[in-house]
């Protein structure tokens, strides 16, 4: 399957490291999004696994995912995090959720997993962990 763009290289100083953030809470999307882009990614936001398996299939580059496990819709996290794992399996996932199901997460082939409430500042900080452990 082909992508644009180019991959992760902290390396590069000109490589801006792109998030995917599924998330279907509209306000913790924004908010998370909004401190992304604040500290440097750049941001494509999605409001369900639908939405996040059509833009992972549109041909634009994404670095890492950071999705929410629980979501309302045909195809929730663990979707995502499925159909990642058969199309792109070098992709990083971070997950989240509300619930504690770090279990299942880990299991599934995620890179890392957050307990909501999260800080923006921690899921920065965890995002450049799986970025450079992916690297």
């Not at 750049?42 to 299939?57: N, R």
């Not at 504690?100 to 997993?113: K, Q």
């Amino acid at each position: 399957m082909p992508f644009s763009g180019t991959p992760h290289d902290p390396t590069n100083p000109t490589h801006r490291t792109r998030v995917l953030v599924v998330e279907d809470e509209c306000v913790i999307r924004m908010v998370v999004s909004d401190h992304l882009r604040d500290v440097g990614f750049l941001v494509t936001e999605a409001m369900d696994g639908d939405e996040a398996i059509a833009i992972l299939t549109s041909g634009l580059f994404i670095d890492l995912v950071y999705t929410d496990v629980r979501m309302p819709g045909v195809a929730d996290g663990m979707d995502v995090l499925r159909f990642v794992r058969r199309t792109q399996p070098d992709l990083p996932v971070l997950m989240t959720s509300a619930h504690l199901e770090p279990a299942i997460a880990y299991s599934g082939g995620a890179c890392g997993y957050l307990a909501k409430p999260t800080e923006p500042e921690a899921i920065s900080v965890a995002i450049r962990a799986a970025l450079d452990l992916a690297a």
